[in-house]
Nanobody, 122 residues
């Protein structure tokens, strides 16, 4: 069993930065791909980015490429989402998710965190 807890969300002005953390537990966490998704009000949950269990493969949605960076520390069972140059359209609840398959499909991910609110003011 894997549990995920996000932290680090909050309110930031456009152009600012935030770092979200995803703390994992369970023996399998370090062997899983971890992805970040987000969901804005009245919108579908969308893929933000993913990191492989080794950290060697990382992919991002086009909307965040060049602004967001995902990293992980398997020794600490932590995954991070560094968000720079934030825009009002980045406002959403951000979720981390873990699973054995790597990719942007929500169905690949078995375990989900509770979400962390990020609000970007204009």
């Amino acid at each position: 069993q894997v549990q995920l807890v996000e932290s680090g969300g909050g309110l930031v002005q456009a152009g600012g930065s935030l770092t979200l953390s995803c703390a994992g537990s369970g023996r399998s966490f370090s062997s899983y791909a971890v992805a970040w998704f987000r969901q804005a009000p009245a919108k579908e949950r969308e893929f933000v980015g993913v990191i492989s269990w080794t950290g060697r493969s990382i992919d991002y949605a086009d909307s965040v490429k060049g602004r967001f960076t995902i990293s992980r520390d398997n020794a600490k069972k932590m995954v991070y989402l560094q968000m720079n140059s934030l825009k009002p359209e980045d406002t959403a609840v951000y979720y981390c998710a873990a699973g054995p398959r790597y990719g942007s499909d929500r169905a690949f991910y078995i375990y989900w965190g509770q979400g962390s609110q990020v609000t970007v003011s204009s």
